[in-house]
């Protein structure tokens, strides 16, 4: 079975050397273990700050061993009678052909595909809806502001948002491609393709009466610009800043309108909210039946291109979720 292992820890944006491919053996399963048979395997942001010696929020990926993200896959041989052979895994043993599991969540794939666990169904979907519900605590009637909207969180927040009775929802993303998406596939009121610069007077325009909820998934030039538009007790869920993964040192941002609009500004992370994902799978499946949550995939095809699927999600190649199919 091959895997990639992390080699070296990056400084700003990670390069192709800073990984390598190694071949082990899978051993067979022990009591309560089984083998999965990886189908698709995730790649997500967080992972580039997994791989600084000190991440801030959880452990260092360590150096020459398998890095690890969520997956899902068949099992293909069991020592446990709650998963036999044929059932569909959700697992955090990602980035390898095999794995031999001894936690993970069973998934049905008759309610949606199995990739969707990863993407709309999964941790970005959950932390939209957390973003959304328990930080930012959208109410009906609210002008919501979601930046890299056309990517798998900014896509499901812009769609949770409307569900949960948003007057009128603007994005951003990068290129004209993905803004249209914006609008005709995820049903925001008002794309900003962001690439073409201006924002914070296009922003302006889309939201001519402030913007009372920013879900930001981008920081920087982003956070300064819908800080700007935010109107008096706005509230800001902090939820990542991508236009800073590839920079080194990461450059501060001036926070001061948030103390002069009285703005609530919370990070969050979506691991001290695992307890609400069964709420989350419950509320999104419907959604998903009833097609007001759509989503979208960009799917790399096998494990010799994972770390090209990594880089380029950090560089907005991805339209939605970005996965590694390896069957
Ligand atoms: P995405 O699918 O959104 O992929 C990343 C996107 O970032 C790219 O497609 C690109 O879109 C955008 N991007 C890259 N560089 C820039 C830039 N300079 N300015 C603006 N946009 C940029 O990834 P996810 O949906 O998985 O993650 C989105 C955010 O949510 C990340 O910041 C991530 O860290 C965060 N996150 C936080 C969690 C938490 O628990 N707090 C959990 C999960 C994700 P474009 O082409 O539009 O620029």
Redesign the pocket.
Known sequence: SREIRLVARPRGEPCPADFAMAETDVSAPGPGECVVRNDWISV???MRFRMDEDPGFASPYPLGEALTGAAVGEVVASADPDRPVGTTLLHSFGWREYAVVREGRVVDTSAASAQAYLGVLG??GL?AYVGLTEIARVRPGDVVFV??A?????SAAGQIARRLGAARVIGS???PA?SARLTDLFGFDAAID?REGDLDRRLAAAAPDGVDVYFD??GGS?LRAALDVMRDHGRIAL?????RYREYPAPGTDLWPAIARRLTLRG????DHYHLLDEYEARAAAWVHEGTLRSEETVVHGIDNAVGAFLG????A?TG??LVRLT
């Open positions: 997500d942001p967080y941790l970005p932390a930046s890299a056309a990517g798998a969180v900014g993303a990068g290129g993905k962001y998934n981008v982003h939820c990542g800043a991508v236009s969050f992370l979506v691991l999600l950090l560089r907005g991805n979720k970005m």
